[in-house]
DNA sequence: ATGCCTGCGGTTCGCAGA
């Protein structure tokens, strides 16, 4: 079974990768973030006519995530346990979404994530970002008792290690490698669980995010900042993770390229 | 030190992203 990841950046500005990404890639579930639109303009019909199934969770203008499955989608949820506002009466923000999807071994649960940016790292977006990583950790903890198979993918916004940018010196005073950023994603991966592509390579220049600015694609300055972290009944079953570098030098591309794991499933 | 580039909303510039 191959489960993809893939911050789309609009889907509606990225339809057409889209699709030759399905025809291409033939994942069995995609999960993608910042769609950029709301529930309704989905692209639900030519989504189903590549042959999957959708589950979404959509927001005006900003985040948005969505699930794509061969195989039907039961058991979703539309975000995490707990207040989702930026404060006390701060409006949800659409970003996690899951589902179960029952296969002729089992069952997989898949999230689909898009971890909030957290920059400026003065502002209140900032410990924003470190309260949802700990719902995000509190709901883990939950779905790892049910010793399932589950694969939590997503943009992270987190650069774990300084391996995986090609400038860690240029992100020093950055939300998305602020020692407290890094450490609450250690927290969260130490619950039990794999980053399938820390599995499959140890090296260096591993990026999934290259800015649009400043010639960053050029220059090969990228971040790995996508990340799929699998439970221990999906990392026995883990047989490869492919960054799927390639999109971002299409025409009109997404800043993120998709990611992928090939489970025995 | 700052903008670089892109998408969105809503009108053409401000905000957000990372």
Redesign the pocket.
């Known amino acids: 079974m191959r489960i993809a990841t893939w911050?789309i950046?609009?889907?509606?500005?990225?339809l057409g990768h889209l699709t030759a990404f399905l025809s291409e890639q033939a994942p069995d579930v995609l999960c993608l973030?910042?769609i950029?639109?709301?529930d309704e303009a989905f692209p639900v019909a030519e989504v189903e006519a590549a042959g999957y199934n959708v589950a979404v969770h959509g927001q005006?203008?900003?985040?948005g995530v969505a699930i794509l499955s061969r195989l039907p989608l039961e058991d979703v949820r539309r975000g995490l346990p707990g207040r989702d506002g930026l404060d006390e009466d701060g409006p949800d923000?659409a970003r996690y979404l899951e589902a179960t999807i029952s296969t002729a071994t089992g069952v997989v649960r898949v999230a689909s994530i898009?971890l909030?940016?957290?920059?400026?790292p003065d502002t209140a977006?900032y410990p924003y970002k470190l309260r949802w990583m700990d719902r995000l950790s509190a709901h883990a903890r939950e779905l790892l008792a049910l010793e399932e198979p589950l694969v939590l993918a997503g943009?992270y916004?987190v650069i774990p290690e300084p391996r995986d940018a090609a400038r860690p010196e240029a992100w020093v005073h950055?939300?998305?490698f602020l020692p407290q950023t890094r450490s609450a994603f250690r927290s969260l991966v130490d619950l039990g669980l794999t980053d399938a592509l820390r599995a499959c390579s140890d090296e260096s220049g591993l990026y999934t995010?290259w800015?649009?600015?400043?010639?960053a694609w050029q220059k090969n300055n990228g971040?790995r900042?996508d990340h799929l972290l699998l439970s221990p009944q999906a990392a026995d079953r883990l047989e490869t993770t492919v960054i799927h570098k390639a999109m971002r030098a299409l025409e009109?591309p997404?800043?993120?390229v998709p990611v992928s794991v090939d489970l025995k499933l």
């Open positions: 911050n950046n609009s889907v509606k500005q990225r973030q910042e950029k639109c709301v005006k203008t900003f985040n923000q898009y909030p940016n957290g920059n400026p977006k943009d916004n950055d939300a998305l995010f800015d649009y600015q400043a010639g971040i900042i009109k997404s800043d993120h």
